[in-house]
Protein backbone atom coordinates (compact mmCIF):
# COMPACT_ATOMS: atom_id res chain seq x y z
CA UNK A 1 0.00 0.00 0.00
CA UNK A 2 1.39 3.33 -0.98
CA UNK A 3 2.60 4.78 2.17
CA UNK A 4 0.61 8.32 2.32
CA UNK A 5 -2.91 5.91 2.07
CA UNK A 6 -1.79 4.15 4.90
CA UNK A 7 -1.46 7.14 6.61
CA UNK A 8 -4.52 8.78 6.00
CA UNK A 9 -6.38 5.15 6.35
CA UNK A 10 -4.92 4.95 10.24
CA UNK A 11 -5.80 8.41 10.93
CA UNK A 12 -9.56 8.06 9.52
CA UNK A 13 -10.34 5.24 11.58
CA UNK A 14 -8.21 6.68 14.89
CA UNK A 15 -10.52 6.88 18.12
CA UNK A 16 -10.99 9.84 19.25
CA UNK A 17 -9.45 9.48 22.32
CA UNK A 18 -6.35 8.51 20.36
CA UNK A 19 -6.02 12.19 18.67
CA UNK A 20 -4.83 13.03 22.04
CA UNK A 21 -7.96 16.18 22.46
CA UNK A 22 -10.24 16.50 24.83
CA UNK A 23 -8.42 14.04 27.17
CA UNK A 24 -10.58 16.07 29.89
CA UNK A 25 -13.90 17.70 29.54
CA UNK A 26 -13.44 20.99 27.39
CA UNK A 27 -14.14 23.99 29.01
CA UNK A 28 -15.24 27.08 27.36
CA UNK A 29 -17.88 29.78 26.40
CA UNK A 30 -20.39 29.15 23.89
CA UNK A 31 -22.60 32.29 22.61
CA UNK A 32 -25.92 30.76 22.83
CA UNK A 33 -27.51 30.35 26.41
CA UNK A 34 -26.87 34.64 26.94
CA UNK A 35 -26.73 35.99 23.21
CA UNK A 36 -28.28 33.42 20.66
CA UNK A 37 -28.41 35.04 17.00
CA UNK A 38 -27.12 38.69 18.77
CA UNK A 39 -23.00 37.52 18.00
CA UNK A 40 -20.70 39.34 16.54
CA UNK A 41 -17.08 40.45 16.22
CA UNK A 42 -17.12 42.89 18.95
CA UNK A 43 -18.41 40.22 21.69
CA UNK A 44 -16.57 37.86 20.61
CA UNK A 45 -13.19 39.44 21.57
CA UNK A 46 -14.63 41.42 24.26
CA UNK A 47 -15.24 37.75 25.66
CA UNK A 48 -11.55 36.99 25.18
CA UNK A 49 -10.48 39.81 26.53
CA UNK A 50 -13.13 39.16 29.82
CA UNK A 51 -11.92 35.29 29.64
CA UNK A 52 -8.38 36.42 30.26
CA UNK A 53 -9.10 39.62 32.81
CA UNK A 54 -11.66 37.43 34.98
CA UNK A 55 -8.83 34.79 35.26
CA UNK A 56 -11.55 32.22 33.70
CA UNK A 57 -8.70 31.57 31.12
CA UNK A 58 -6.29 31.05 33.92
CA UNK A 59 -9.05 28.73 35.67
CA UNK A 60 -8.76 26.70 32.19
CA UNK A 61 -11.10 27.94 30.15
CA UNK A 62 -10.03 27.44 26.69
CA UNK A 63 -12.52 27.33 23.90
CA UNK A 64 -14.40 30.36 23.00
CA UNK A 65 -17.27 29.37 20.29
CA UNK A 66 -19.58 31.03 18.24
CA UNK A 67 -22.81 29.31 18.45
CA UNK A 68 -25.58 29.48 15.37
CA UNK A 69 -26.19 32.69 13.08
CA UNK A 70 -22.47 33.64 12.29
CA UNK A 71 -23.00 32.46 8.37
CA UNK A 72 -25.14 33.59 5.94
CA UNK A 73 -24.60 32.12 2.78
CA UNK A 74 -21.99 30.26 0.30
CA UNK A 75 -20.02 31.97 -2.32
CA UNK A 76 -20.44 30.72 -5.83
CA UNK A 77 -17.33 27.95 -5.14
CA UNK A 78 -20.09 26.46 -1.74
CA UNK A 79 -17.73 28.23 0.55
CA UNK A 80 -19.76 29.29 3.35
CA UNK A 81 -19.61 32.69 4.07
CA UNK A 82 -19.56 34.95 7.68
CA UNK A 83 -22.06 37.70 8.27
CA UNK A 84 -19.86 40.56 6.52
CA UNK A 85 -22.09 43.25 9.33
CA UNK A 86 -21.41 41.32 12.21
CA UNK A 87 -17.67 39.49 11.26
CA UNK A 88 -16.40 42.75 8.95
CA UNK A 89 -12.97 41.54 9.40
CA UNK A 90 -13.75 37.73 8.93
CA UNK A 91 -12.96 34.73 10.83
CA UNK A 92 -9.56 34.36 10.30
CA UNK A 93 -9.00 37.78 11.65
CA UNK A 94 -10.75 36.71 14.86
CA UNK A 95 -9.60 33.09 14.93
CA UNK A 96 -5.77 35.49 15.38
CA UNK A 97 -7.65 37.53 17.99
CA UNK A 98 -8.99 34.64 19.83
CA UNK A 99 -5.43 32.86 19.56
CA UNK A 100 -3.56 35.75 20.55
CA UNK A 101 -5.26 35.61 24.04
CA UNK A 102 -3.91 32.52 24.83
CA UNK A 103 -7.32 31.08 23.55
CA UNK A 104 -8.99 28.45 21.11
CA UNK A 105 -11.45 29.28 18.73
CA UNK A 106 -14.81 27.26 17.91
CA UNK A 107 -17.63 27.24 15.52
CA UNK A 108 -20.81 25.84 14.21
CA UNK A 109 -22.93 24.13 12.34
CA UNK A 110 -25.03 21.53 11.57
CA UNK A 111 -25.01 17.82 9.56
CA UNK A 112 -28.72 19.24 7.62
CA UNK A 113 -29.48 21.57 4.92
CA UNK A 114 -29.61 24.18 7.15
CA UNK A 115 -29.17 25.55 11.03
CA UNK A 116 -31.64 25.10 13.56
CA UNK A 117 -31.98 29.19 12.83
CA UNK A 118 -32.39 28.66 9.16
CA UNK A 119 -28.41 29.18 8.55
CA UNK A 120 -26.66 26.83 5.76
CA UNK A 121 -25.89 23.68 6.97
CA UNK A 122 -22.95 21.56 5.84
CA UNK A 123 -24.85 18.69 4.72
CA UNK A 124 -22.96 18.02 1.17
CA UNK A 125 -20.04 20.33 2.07
CA UNK A 126 -18.43 18.66 4.55
CA UNK A 127 -15.32 18.24 3.16
CA UNK A 128 -15.37 22.48 2.07
CA UNK A 129 -15.94 23.23 5.24
CA UNK A 130 -13.72 21.28 7.18
CA UNK A 131 -11.06 22.97 4.76
CA UNK A 132 -12.39 25.98 5.15
CA UNK A 133 -12.67 26.19 9.04
CA UNK A 134 -9.19 24.86 9.57
CA UNK A 135 -7.76 27.62 7.20
CA UNK A 136 -9.57 29.76 9.28
CA UNK A 137 -7.42 28.13 12.51
CA UNK A 138 -10.89 26.35 13.73
CA UNK A 139 -9.87 24.26 17.01
CA UNK A 140 -13.30 23.04 18.04
CA UNK A 141 -16.95 22.45 16.04
CA UNK A 142 -20.15 22.06 17.50
CA UNK A 143 -22.17 20.20 14.75
CA UNK A 144 -26.11 20.36 15.09
CA UNK A 145 -28.96 18.28 13.97
CA UNK A 146 -31.95 20.39 12.48
CA UNK A 147 -33.42 20.21 9.09
CA UNK A 148 -31.62 16.10 8.69
CA UNK A 149 -34.87 15.19 7.79
CA UNK A 150 -33.91 11.23 6.21
CA UNK A 151 -30.43 11.62 6.98
CA UNK A 152 -28.90 8.51 9.18
CA UNK A 153 -27.55 9.89 11.90
CA UNK A 154 -24.22 8.13 12.74
CA UNK A 155 -23.50 8.56 8.49
CA UNK A 156 -23.98 12.67 8.82
CA UNK A 157 -21.75 12.80 12.04
CA UNK A 158 -19.05 10.43 10.65
CA UNK A 159 -18.76 12.13 7.34
CA UNK A 160 -18.11 15.27 9.20
CA UNK A 161 -16.12 13.85 11.50
CA UNK A 162 -13.81 11.61 8.61
CA UNK A 163 -13.50 15.91 6.96
CA UNK A 164 -12.41 17.43 10.22
CA UNK A 165 -9.40 14.77 10.28
CA UNK A 166 -8.70 15.04 6.49
CA UNK A 167 -8.32 18.54 7.06
CA UNK A 168 -4.97 17.95 8.48
CA UNK A 169 -5.85 20.34 11.55
CA UNK A 170 -6.63 19.22 15.20
CA UNK A 171 -10.39 19.42 15.91
CA UNK A 172 -12.51 18.81 18.62
CA UNK A 173 -15.66 17.70 17.31
CA UNK A 174 -18.92 18.34 19.38
CA UNK A 175 -21.81 16.18 18.43
CA UNK A 176 -25.02 17.60 19.14
CA UNK A 177 -27.88 15.58 18.28
CA UNK A 178 -29.78 16.11 21.99
CA UNK A 179 -29.12 12.45 22.82
CA UNK A 180 -32.17 11.36 20.29
CA UNK A 181 -30.02 7.93 18.77
CA UNK A 182 -28.09 7.45 22.06
CA UNK A 183 -24.89 8.70 20.95
CA UNK A 184 -23.33 7.38 23.66
CA UNK A 185 -23.71 4.14 22.52
CA UNK A 186 -21.59 4.84 19.05
CA UNK A 187 -20.35 8.29 19.29
CA UNK A 188 -16.77 7.34 21.04
CA UNK A 189 -14.11 7.76 18.59
CA UNK A 190 -16.63 9.51 15.82
CA UNK A 191 -16.55 13.42 18.21
CA UNK A 192 -15.07 14.12 21.53
CA UNK A 193 -18.34 14.86 23.15
CA UNK A 194 -21.87 14.38 22.46
CA UNK A 195 -24.95 16.20 24.58
CA UNK A 196 -26.77 13.57 26.00
CA UNK A 197 -30.11 15.70 26.43
CA UNK A 198 -32.36 18.51 25.06
CA UNK A 199 -31.66 22.20 25.58
CA UNK A 200 -30.77 23.12 28.82
CA UNK A 201 -33.07 25.98 29.78
CA UNK A 202 -31.83 28.93 32.63
CA UNK A 203 -34.34 27.62 35.45
CA UNK A 204 -34.39 25.06 37.80
CA UNK A 205 -37.02 22.14 37.36
CA UNK A 206 -38.68 23.96 34.69
CA UNK A 207 -39.87 21.95 31.04
CA UNK A 208 -40.53 23.31 27.83
CA UNK A 209 -43.23 21.71 25.46
CA UNK A 210 -40.52 21.72 22.74
CA UNK A 211 -37.76 19.72 24.69
CA UNK A 212 -35.97 22.40 27.26
CA UNK A 213 -34.94 21.34 30.45
CA UNK A 214 -34.34 22.62 33.50
CA UNK A 215 -30.97 21.73 35.69
CA UNK A 216 -32.60 19.18 37.94
CA UNK A 217 -34.07 17.70 35.05
CA UNK A 218 -30.92 17.52 33.02
CA UNK A 219 -28.58 16.03 36.22
CA UNK A 220 -31.78 13.35 37.15
CA UNK A 221 -31.32 12.50 33.17
CA UNK A 222 -27.36 11.66 33.48
CA UNK A 223 -27.72 8.70 36.40
CA UNK A 224 -27.29 6.21 34.20
CA UNK A 225 -24.88 7.43 31.66
CA UNK A 226 -21.26 7.45 33.64
CA UNK A 227 -20.00 3.69 31.98
CA UNK A 228 -20.30 5.55 28.67
CA UNK A 229 -17.25 8.63 29.42
CA UNK A 230 -13.60 8.84 29.35
CA UNK A 231 -10.83 10.92 28.21
CA UNK A 232 -11.71 11.79 24.48
CA UNK A 233 -15.24 10.93 24.81
CA UNK A 234 -17.53 12.95 27.25
CA UNK A 235 -20.83 13.06 27.36
CA UNK A 236 -22.23 16.35 27.11
CA UNK A 237 -25.52 17.48 29.51
CA UNK A 238 -25.21 21.44 27.48
CA UNK A 239 -23.69 24.25 28.27
CA UNK A 240 -23.84 26.26 31.61
CA UNK A 241 -26.53 28.78 33.25
CA UNK A 242 -24.56 29.69 35.78
CA UNK A 243 -24.53 34.16 35.67
CA UNK A 244 -27.63 34.16 33.54
CA UNK A 245 -30.02 35.01 35.96
CA UNK A 246 -33.15 32.67 36.75
CA UNK A 247 -31.04 30.21 39.37
CA UNK A 248 -30.32 31.09 43.08
CA UNK A 249 -26.92 31.33 44.33
CA UNK A 250 -27.51 28.08 45.82
CA UNK A 251 -29.06 26.52 42.45
CA UNK A 252 -25.92 28.03 40.61
CA UNK A 253 -23.91 26.13 43.11
CA UNK A 254 -25.41 22.54 42.39
CA UNK A 255 -25.63 23.41 38.56
CA UNK A 256 -21.93 23.97 38.43
CA UNK A 257 -21.32 20.99 41.14
CA UNK A 258 -23.07 18.45 39.17
CA UNK A 259 -21.70 19.39 35.78
CA UNK A 260 -18.02 18.85 37.45
CA UNK A 261 -19.20 15.72 39.21
CA UNK A 262 -20.45 14.52 35.53
CA UNK A 263 -17.14 15.02 33.97
CA UNK A 264 -19.54 17.56 31.69
CA UNK A 265 -17.86 19.99 29.54
CA UNK A 266 -17.49 23.02 31.41
CA UNK A 267 -18.70 25.71 28.21
CA UNK A 268 -20.00 29.20 30.25
CA UNK A 269 -22.76 30.47 28.78
CA UNK A 270 -23.02 33.96 30.62
CA UNK A 271 -21.66 37.42 29.76
CA UNK A 272 -18.56 37.65 31.24
CA UNK A 273 -18.36 41.34 30.34
CA UNK A 274 -19.06 42.72 34.18
CA UNK A 275 -20.51 39.05 35.60
CA UNK A 276 -21.10 39.27 39.25
CA UNK A 277 -18.48 38.69 41.76
CA UNK A 278 -20.46 35.59 43.21
CA UNK A 279 -20.88 34.22 39.36
CA UNK A 280 -17.30 34.48 38.81
CA UNK A 281 -16.64 32.61 42.24
CA UNK A 282 -18.59 29.73 41.35
CA UNK A 283 -17.45 29.77 37.37
CA UNK A 284 -13.63 30.12 38.93
CA UNK A 285 -13.79 27.67 41.95
CA UNK A 286 -10.67 25.51 41.03
CA UNK A 287 -11.22 22.89 43.54
CA UNK A 288 -14.35 21.52 42.09
CA UNK A 289 -13.03 22.17 38.31
CA UNK A 290 -10.02 19.98 39.34
CA UNK A 291 -12.92 17.28 39.81
CA UNK A 292 -14.70 17.69 36.60
CA UNK A 293 -10.59 18.03 35.08
CA UNK A 294 -9.65 14.91 37.14
CA UNK A 295 -7.38 12.62 34.50
CA UNK A 296 -9.34 9.78 35.61
CA UNK A 297 -11.68 11.05 33.90
CA UNK A 298 -14.60 8.80 35.14
CA UNK A 299 -18.41 10.58 35.19
CA UNK A 300 -19.82 10.66 38.88
CA UNK A 301 -23.07 8.19 39.57
CA UNK A 302 -25.66 8.13 42.43
CA UNK A 303 -24.94 5.98 45.08
CA UNK A 304 -28.10 7.21 47.34
CA UNK A 305 -31.28 8.04 46.95
CA UNK A 306 -33.62 9.06 49.48
CA UNK A 307 -36.37 11.35 48.00
CA UNK A 308 -35.11 14.65 48.24
CA UNK A 309 -31.91 13.55 49.68
CA UNK A 310 -29.40 12.01 47.44
CA UNK A 311 -25.57 11.45 46.75
CA UNK A 312 -23.46 11.44 44.37
CA UNK A 313 -19.83 10.12 43.71
CA UNK A 314 -16.84 10.41 41.02
CA UNK A 315 -13.84 9.11 41.66
CA UNK A 316 -10.80 10.31 41.29
CA UNK A 317 -7.16 9.64 40.00
CA UNK A 318 -5.58 9.95 43.30
CA UNK A 319 -7.80 7.41 45.04
CA UNK A 320 -9.75 10.35 46.78
CA UNK A 321 -13.39 10.40 46.12
CA UNK A 322 -15.15 13.62 45.22
CA UNK A 323 -18.90 13.43 46.94
CA UNK A 324 -22.03 15.79 46.07
CA UNK A 325 -24.60 15.39 49.17
CA UNK A 326 -27.73 17.17 47.41
CA UNK A 327 -31.02 18.12 49.13
CA UNK A 328 -33.45 18.76 46.31
CA UNK A 329 -35.89 19.80 48.96
CA UNK A 330 -37.58 23.25 49.93
CA UNK A 331 -36.31 22.86 53.30
CA UNK A 332 -32.53 22.59 54.94
CA UNK A 333 -31.88 19.00 55.62
CA UNK A 334 -28.97 16.90 57.20
CA UNK A 335 -28.12 14.86 53.88
CA UNK A 336 -24.85 11.98 55.04
CA UNK A 337 -22.94 9.95 53.38
CA UNK A 338 -21.95 6.36 54.55
CA UNK A 339 -18.74 4.97 53.63
CA UNK A 340 -20.11 2.04 52.29
CA UNK A 341 -22.15 4.08 49.86
CA UNK A 342 -18.64 5.02 47.99
CA UNK A 343 -16.74 1.61 48.63
CA UNK A 344 -14.65 2.28 51.25
CA UNK A 345 -14.31 0.40 53.90
CA UNK A 346 -16.57 1.67 57.39
CA UNK A 347 -13.11 1.53 59.71
CA UNK A 348 -11.82 3.73 56.91
CA UNK A 349 -10.16 7.44 58.41
CA UNK A 350 -10.86 9.93 56.04
CA UNK A 351 -10.00 13.42 55.18
CA UNK A 352 -12.98 15.91 54.56
CA UNK A 353 -12.51 18.59 51.83
CA UNK A 354 -15.56 21.11 51.76
CA UNK A 355 -14.77 22.53 47.77
CA UNK A 356 -17.42 25.40 48.50
CA UNK A 357 -16.29 26.66 52.24
CA UNK A 358 -12.37 25.58 50.52
CA UNK A 359 -11.71 24.48 54.01
CA UNK A 360 -10.99 20.67 55.77
CA UNK A 361 -14.15 19.70 57.70
CA UNK A 362 -11.84 17.02 59.23
CA UNK A 363 -11.25 13.40 59.62
CA UNK A 364 -14.14 11.07 60.01
CA UNK A 365 -14.66 7.14 60.16
CA UNK A 366 -17.72 5.60 59.00
CA UNK A 367 -19.94 8.33 57.92
CA UNK A 368 -20.23 12.18 57.11
CA UNK A 369 -23.11 14.20 57.21
CA UNK A 370 -23.79 18.15 56.82
CA UNK A 371 -26.73 20.44 56.68
CA UNK A 372 -27.66 21.20 52.85
CA UNK A 373 -29.52 24.37 51.97
CA UNK A 374 -32.80 24.19 49.66
CA UNK A 375 -32.01 23.07 46.42
CA UNK A 376 -28.37 23.45 47.50
CA UNK A 377 -25.30 20.53 48.15
CA UNK A 378 -22.47 20.48 49.94
CA UNK A 379 -19.46 18.66 47.64
CA UNK A 380 -16.66 17.41 49.27
CA UNK A 381 -13.47 15.49 48.49
CA UNK A 382 -13.34 12.48 50.68
CA UNK A 383 -9.14 11.19 51.02
CA UNK A 384 -8.74 7.68 52.77
CA UNK A 385 -6.05 7.87 55.28
CA UNK A 386 -3.08 6.03 55.72
C1 LIG B 1 -30.00 23.81 19.23
C2 LIG B 1 -28.83 23.45 20.14
C3 LIG B 1 -28.49 24.67 20.95
C4 LIG B 1 -28.11 25.79 20.02
C5 LIG B 1 -29.23 26.06 19.02
C6 LIG B 1 -28.82 27.06 17.96
O1 LIG B 1 -30.34 22.71 18.45
O2 LIG B 1 -29.18 22.36 20.96
O3 LIG B 1 -27.43 24.38 21.85
O4 LIG B 1 -26.93 25.44 19.32
O5 LIG B 1 -29.63 24.86 18.37
O6 LIG B 1 -29.81 27.29 17.02
Redesign the pocket.
Same mark, same amino acid.
Request: net charge negative; charged share 35%.
Given at each position: MHALLAVVLLVAGMPAAADGLALTPPMGW?S %?NKF?CDVSEKLIKDTADALVATGMKDAGYQYLVI?? +?WQVRRDAEGRIVPDPDRFPSGMKALADYVHGQGLKFGL?SDAGTG? +??KRPGSKDHEDVDARTYAAWGVDYL?Y?? +?NAEGQDTRDSYARMSRALRASGRPIVFSI +?E %?GSTKPWLWAPGVGHLW?ST??IQDCWDCGKDWGGLGVVKIIDLQADLHPFAGPGHWNDP??LEVGNGGLSAAESRSHFSFWALLAAPLMAGNDLRGMSAETREILTNREVIAVDQDPLGMQGRKVRDDGDREVWMKPLADGAKAVILFNRGAAPASVGVAWEDVSLAPRTKVLVRDLWRKADAGSFTGRYEATVGPHDVVMVRITPQP
Open positions: N %WGDD +CYT +CQKDW +C +C %WRGDDM
